[in-house]
């Protein structure tokens, strides 16, 4: 059995192959980012899916790309859990862009890929081989234009009495905005950066607001500013996303890519099937 994970900082999409590519299933379950997890939560988060936890002795290789996964340390990190959960699996982990890069390019083809979810990156493609030019930071200081950027940016303004009224109140009434809540889920539960992303449901569901809408845009030209330029081939190749804010906020991005002179690629919503294509002509 072979076993192809993406995994995000909110959720992991996990899709099993037998030796000939057929699919046997598919599974979700909570983010496995090593950034912000301990050993012990990712244990139990393996350990209380049962699909994985029946399936665990039968995995021959494990193919994981997640968020967080960018340095050597996070990826032995993983490699110990998994070695010890699925003990006969030969496993792979890379960062979550090699999986954008696979569900939206072919190989040879250059471009720029741009990860927009909870987290966001950014990266250049040649065709064969992948870099960057920034080393990301995290949630806290980095990840322009991503989930956890604008539901920070909400939370912020609306405290700081920046939020237009007839928002505010409407933000009020879906969330929870208690100080002590905030900063318990903030300061003191897993996952913080999932906690800030899930405000940015507000704002695709109020895009046209024009509070929102300035809000967006500075958001994604930030993005454009501090990550895609960074790049000197930036005009000269597709610029490919994949993501849930890129992809429900696809509208707003193109004009921002467009205004840039970019050229602009695929955006996909998650990559777990290109990567699954990917991996099927591998076989």
């Known amino acids: 059995m072979i076993l192809i994970v993406d995994s995000g900082a909110t959720k992991s999409d996990w899709i099993a192959l037998d030796e000939k590519g057929e699919k046997l299933f598919n599974t979700q379950t909570l983010g496995l980012s090593p950034e912000v997890l301990t050993k012990e939560v990712i244990e139990d988060r393996l350990a209380n899916n049962f699909e994985l936890s029946k399936n665990r002795e039968e995995v021959a290789q494990?193919?994981?790309?997640?968020?967080?996964?960018?340095?050597?340390?996070?990826?032995?990190?993983?490699?110990?859990?998994?070695?010890?959960?699925?003990?006969?699996?030969?496993?792979?982990?890379?960062?979550?862009?090699?999986?954008?890069?696979?569900?939206?390019?072919?190989?040879?083809?250059?471009?720029?890929?741009?990860?927009?979810?909870?987290?966001?990156?950014?990266?250049?493609?040649?065709?064969?081989?992948?870099?960057?030019?920034?080393?990301?930071?995290?949630?806290?200081?980095?990840?322009?234009?991503?989930?956890?950027?604008?539901?920070?940016?909400?939370?912020?303004?609306?405290?700081?009495?920046?939020?237009?009224?007839?928002?505010?109140?409407?933000?009020?009434?879906?969330?929870?905005?208690?100080?002590?809540?905030?900063?318990?889920?903030?300061?003191k539960q897993p996952n913080p950066n999932t906690y800030l992303a899930k405000f940015a449901r507000f704002i695709v569901e109020n895009k046209e607001h024009p509070y929102c809408k300035g809000v967006i845009h500075k958001g994604f030209q930030q993005f454009v500013n501090n990550h895609i330029m960074q790049f000197e081939l930036a005009t000269k190749v597709p610029i490919h996303f994949?993501?849930?804010?890129?992809?429900?906020?696809?509208?707003?991005?193109?004009?921002?890519?467009?205004n840039n002179d970019l050229i602009q690629g695929a955006i996909r919503q998650r990559p777990i099937d290109g990567l699954v294509e990917f991996h099927k002509s591998t076989i």
């Open 242 to 258: 994949v993501g849930s804010i890129a992809y429900y906020l696809q509208e707003e991005l193109k004009t921002v890519i467009k």
């Open 62 to 187: 494990l193919f994981f790309y997640g968020a967080g996964c960018g340095t050597d340390r996070m990826k032995r990190f993983l490699k110990g859990i998994f070695n010890d959960f699925f003990p006969k699996a030969k496993i792979e982990v890379n960062e979550d862009t090699f999986a954008a890069i696979y569900s939206t390019t072919t190989i040879g083809s250059p471009g720029i890929v741009c990860i927009l979810g909870t987290g966001s990156n950014c990266s250049y493609y040649d065709g064969h081989q992948l870099f960057q030019k920034v080393t990301s930071l995290g949630y806290i200081l980095m990840d322009d234009g991503s989930g956890n950027f604008f539901g920070r940016k909400l939370l912020r303004d609306y405290y700081y009495h920046k939020m237009p009224q007839d928002l505010g109140i409407k933000f009020a009434k879906e969330f929870d905005l208690d100080a002590d809540v905030i900063k318990e889920n903030l300061y």
